[in-house]
DNA sequence: CATATTGGAACGGAAAGATT
DNA sequence: AATCTTTCCGTTCCAATATG
C-alpha cells in the first residue's frame, strides 16, 4: 500500500487518511496536507483537533527556523511552518490501515526542513496534474490526477532497489550480500509520472559540496555528494536501471555544483553509458517531468506509425 | 436530514527580541 | 543569563454552509 491508496481511500475516514499519509511522509505541514487531501488548510487543522482528542496521534514540530542559510519555504513565512509527524497513539490505527507493524523513529530538526523539501516537490507535481486534469475543486481532477501518479518514500524506493539486486546477490556470500546493501543507495524517493520513473534527492546543505553532506541518511552515515553520485552508478548500472535522477536543492550555487560535480564523477568513471542526471532548484524539477514526458508521447507516436 | 467541510474570532505555545 | 514582551503560526471552539 502506497501514499495513492490512502488518498481519497473510500474506506477510510478523513482522520485515518490524515494519519496514513503523516505516517507514508514522515513528516508533513498542514499546507502540503491539505493539496494533498484536496480540502482547506482549515479542515486539516479541524482533523488534527478531533484526533488529538482521542490521545497523541499527531505530533507537532514548531516552526523550523528560517536564518540566514538557504530554505525552502515561500517567502510568506517568516519562520517555517510547523511540521507533523505521527504520534505514540496514531501508530496503532495506521498499523491496521497499512497492515503491517510501524515503527516510529525520532525525528531531529534539520530533518523538518528537508522532509518539507521533498514533500514539495509532490504537491508541485500534485498541482501541476490537478491543473491538466481540469480543476481545483472538482474531486474528479484529484481522481484522475492521482491514477497518473505514483509517490513512494526513501524507504519504499530502497524495496524496489533491493527487489532489483536480489538476483544479482543470490549467488554471493551472505557477508558479501549485507555489504553491497548497504553501499546501495538510498533515495529521498522516487515518483512515477504517467509510466515513467524517476529517483529523487532533495538537497538542503550549503554551497560546499566537497563537505560532508549535513543530512545523515536514513543508515545515519554522512556523505558526500559526489559519494552519493558514485552510489547511483554503482546502484542502477548493474540492475539496468535507466530512470533518470533528480537533485533538487534551493541554492542555485549549490545546483550549479553538483553539475560539475556529476562530470568530474563521469570522467573519473569509465562506463559505457550513465544514467540521466538533472540538477534543479525547486520547481525546475516540473520542467524535467514535462519534457520526458513529451519525449515519451513522441516515441509512442512513432512506434504507432510502423 | 445527517454528515462533511469551511469560516470567524478569541486564545495559546514556542521562539525571537528586548530589557535588566 | 535570566526574565519579560512581542511576534509568528497556528489552535480551539462553535456556528454556518455545503453536499449527498
Known sequence: MQLRDIVSNPYLTRGEELLGIIYKLRMVSAEQLSVIMGISKKYVFQLKSD???EGEMVLTHYNTQRGARRVPFSPEYKLGPRMYSLGPSGRAIVEAIVGHPVYLK???GRQKVHYYGVNDILVRTLQHLIKEEGGEKDSMAQLQAWDRLQWLNS???VEIINQAW???LE????KE???TKQDLIHPDSRIVLDGQGFWLEYDNGTEQIGEPDSEPDSEGKVTTIYDKMWRYLLTLIPIENHDPIIWVTPSPIRRDNMKHTWEKVKEESSYKTYPEMYFCTPGEEQTIFFKHKLATQRCLELSETY
Not at 549467488?171 to 551472505?174: D, L, Q, T
Open 51 to 53: 484526533l488529538n482528542k
Open 106 to 108: 525520532k525525528l531531529t
Open 155 to 157: 524507504q519504499e524506493a
Open 166 to 168: 536480489t538476483p544479482i
Open 171 to 174: 549467488n554471493r556470500k551472505k
Open 177 to 179: 550480500e549485507k555489504e
